[in-house]
């Protein structure tokens, strides 16, 4: 099992920055790739960004292209969300999320990856 543990949410004006953070735990022993969505209220969960297990290759959403950046620190075991430039319409939980450690392919779907933190909230003003 992997645990996965976000943090840096919060409440921000349109225009503001944020950081997020997931840090994971567990039975992981190598890298994976990793994944960030998320989900507004009545909405379905939505892809975000991507990374590869090694950091190299990154894969994002075209509502956050220009905008959002995904990187890793694997010796820290952590995997990070630069948002910048927000808009109310980024507002929503964002989840982590893990593939399982023989998926090495960047995905964009919630079935796609098998493990899950408990959300962050995101909250941008107008």
């Known amino acids: 099992q992997v645990q996965l543990v976000e943090s840096g949410g919060g409440l921000v004006q349109a225009g503001g920055s944020l950081r997020l953070s997931c840090a994971a735990s567990g039975r992981t022993v190598s890298p994976a790739v990793m994944g960030w969505f998320r989900q507004a209220p009545g909405k379905e969960r939505e892809f975000v960004a991507c990374?590869?297990?090694?950091?190299?290759?990154?894969s994002y959403t075209d509502f956050v292209k220009g905008r959002f950046t995904i990187s890793r620190d694997n010796a820290k075991n952590t995997v990070y969300l630069q948002m910048n430039s927000l808009k109310p319409e980024d507002t929503a939980v964002y989840y982590c999320a893990a593939r399982g450690p023989a998926q090495r392919a960047l995905r964009i779907g919630v079935n796609d990856y098998d493990y899950w933190g408990q959300g962050t909230q995101v909250t941008v003003s107008s």
């Open positions: 990374i590869s297990w090694r950091g190299m290759s990154t």
